[in-house]
């Protein structure tokens, strides 16, 4: 007899299967093809259960920026959309660039995440603290992004950092000349990074990748040890959307019909989708601040996809969950016995209209505002319990630092 048993149909190692998983003290005791009997049973077979979906990449403010987003919302937004952990990106106020601030930022993370959470240091002529905080992973912008905060040296800042660093891939100078950034500011910046990864051959990972030069040149060099993102924004907007609607300000900036079918043309090669999460007040955003909120719709994008046969939804286990756990050294995430039982729980036939007043998250605005999508997250379950139900938030912040390999 089971703590728990979850009845339904569970993708696993790429393939539909069809039977109950029973789990027991938190992680996943059996799956079977047929029926277990546990003291609490979930009947999900109307449903596809997931692994619990990953998003490698999300600003969650707080600090001296609670009013555009707090660790809580932020993280209650996560779990609306289905991302049972998040990766916090450093570029706060204040930055996280110091030990004593990274220390502040776990404690917030260990009182008031409702998702679990990778923590991340920000990197910029400071070796010496790097080292002390034993950070998830590490963060680099090769050019000023929101905090205005980036690496004069990025050879010298990525060859310090003591494990995968994540990098934001525009070229400062070439932003000082061309403020609207145009394509050749991060495909520049996406080539100097790769000739810094051939040299060094540490683990990197190229953030928000919307070029076709950059993805092209990235799978061109074929670098084990070189991953990248995609965001769902760079994927289903373009510079007409932005044209039509200001608040669609974003870096990199949403680019040309041909950037985007060639990140299209290359689906199958991007490791991982991640929203780039950037909340803002709307008030913000009309004083020209950059920056699109995703957790709330991300997964439901990709679900909509699967429906209109773009895509499978194996490319989204793949891509937000098998791969940041590959590439991010995750522990105890697989879909597997004796691993967490983490679950994202969809319904690719729900469908229903994007409202932002109703988001978690304080950013109540969306590029999909009023969108009419078909596939919906209808519960996220963190090692055994339902933390997400029919929209609402269930219980307390039980979110945990994830296991990672540090190094």
Known sequence: MHDLVLKG?????????????????????????HDL?????????????????????????????????????GTKAALHGGITAVSDIPNTKPPVLDSKTF???????RRKAYTDYALSFLMRDNCEEARK?????????????TGEVYSENFEADYSCSPGVLSVHAEEAE???????????????????????ARKLRKPLNVCHVSTSGGINAILRENLPWVSFEVTPHHLLLTKKDYEKNPLLKVYPPLRSEEHVRALWGNFSKIPIIASDHAPHTVEDKERGSAGIPGL?????????????GIITVFDIVEKMHDNPVRVFGIRGRDF???NEATFTVVDLKREWTVKPEEFYTKSKWSPWEGRKLKGKVVMAILRGRVVMEGDEIVGKPEGVRLNVHRG
């Not at 590490?138 to 050019?143: C, D, T």
């Not at 000082?176 to 394509?183: A, D, N």
Request: no cysteine.
């Open 296 to 308: 709330e719709t991300e997964v439901a994008l990709l679900l909509d996809a699967v429906n209109r």
């Open 37 to 73: 009997n546990g003291r609490k049973t979930l009947d999900l077979r109307d449903h596809i259960v997931l692994p619990g979906l990953i998003d490698t990449h999300v600003h969650l403010r707080d600090f001296e920026e609670r009013k555009k987003e707090t660790v809580e919302s």
């Open 174 to 196: 070439l932003i000082k000349e061309k403020p609207q950034r145009p394509p050749e500011v991060e495909e520049r910046a996406i080539e100097r990074a790769l000739k810094v």
């Open 103 to 109: 220390e502040k930022r776990l404690e917030l993370f």
């Open 9 to 33: 149909r569970f993708i696993i190692g790429g393939h539909v299967l069809k039977g109950s998983i029973g789990v027991d003290g938190a992680k996943i005791s059996r799956i079977a093809l």
């Open 133 to 145: 905080v034993k950070a998830d992973f590490y963060k680099a912008f090769m050019g000023a992004s």
């Open 336 to 338: 597997e016995v004796g």
